[in-house]
């Protein structure tokens, strides 16, 4: 696989994503999907004139039936579903990507263009920021090499500009079919538009990724000159670091995460923090326990 010097390539885990409620689709694949299928866990018994299926007679159960019927196994339907990554690329997502083999945003990307694979569903991806970015796009694909496309794609691109009113256009590039889409995104948005984003999706399945640094809400200097930039307009800004003016800053920090929170579980499930580095462990554990 390309990528940095030295880097052998972003890492690869099965990820257990799931759709939320049944998918619909009739190729068959491993989420549990709207209808009676022949590759599903068993549900129960019917009756023949309800299935007229004689490759699922059960003779035993209609041997056993005291009204003398035909019973044929039922089975829950299973399907393939799309997985999709609306990707927010505005110069604040470059905070603390640049210059690095490991970068985060890329590796969780390609993690789930890989996982999608694996599990043989089909991966997209949409990208934009203050414009459009079809060059970063894929198309709806179940090629194995998705990932590795990924990775080329985005551990070189970091973003540019000011403000996200493509992303939210981009929003309506999605099919109209239910879907699951990861939207991975700093969310340094006005409440307005992120309602709107979320707004635009709402017929679709959406896990949040907040994409955050500790060096800007945690590991702070609690004292000394510090220079601030607006990577997205390029202003600067000396200040003195304090103590009251460090807690401000932290308390402030961990309301934006909570507002966000709160924002997230109207729309449907709680983000996953994506926190300095990608850990494909946490991300497992985190669509384990229900966030996905």
Not at 115 to 128: N, V, W
Not at 143 to 156: P, S
Not at 170 to 184: G, H, I, N, T
Not at 253 to 276: C, E, I, S, T, W
């Amino acid at each position: 696989m390309s990528g940095p010097a030295g880097r052998e390539g972003p890492p690869r885990a099965d990820l257990p994503y799931r759709l939320f409620g049944r998918a619909r689709g009739v190729a068959p694949g491993s989420h549990r999907a709207v209808g009676v299928g022949a590759n599903g866990a068993f549900l129960r018994h019917a009756s023949i004139l309800e299935i007229p299926d004689a490759r699922r007679i059960d003779m035993r159960a209609s041997l056993l039936d005291p009204l003398g019927g035909v019973k044929v196994r039922r089975f829950e339907n299973r399907a393939r579903i799309d997985v999709f990554v609306l990707l927010d690329l505005s110069g604040s997502m470059a905070f603390g990507r640049g210059g690095r083999a490991d970068d985060p945003v890329a590796e969780l990307v390609s993690a789930i263009a890989y996982a999608a694979a694996r599990g043989q569903d089909r991966f997209g991806l949409i990208a934009a920021g203050p414009d459009p970015r079809g060059d970063i796009a894929i198309r709806p694909t179940r090629r194995r090499g998705a990932a590795d496309e990924v990775w080329d794609l985005l551990h070189r691109e970091l973003g540019a500009g000011r403000g996200v009113a493509s992303l939210i256009e981009a929003a309506d590039e999605l099919p109209q079919r239910r879907a699951l889409v990861f939207v991975v995104s700093d969310f340094l948005m006005p409440e307005d538009q992120l309602e709107e984003l979320m707004g635009r999706l709402w017929r679709h399945d959406v896990a949040p990724v907040v994409v955050r640094s500790s060096a800007v809400e945690t590991r702070l200097p609690r004292f000394g000159l510090v220079e601030t930039r607006d990577l997205e307009t390029g202003r600067r800004r000396l200040m003195v670091m304090r103590k009251s003016l460090r807690e401000r800053w932290i308390a402030a920090a961990k309301a934006r995460r909570a507002a966000l929170d709160a924002v997230f579980r109207r729309h449907g499930r709680p983000a996953f923090d994506l926190v300095d580095r990608f850990d494909p462990e946490a991300f497992a554990d985190h669509l384990l326990s229900g966030g996905v």
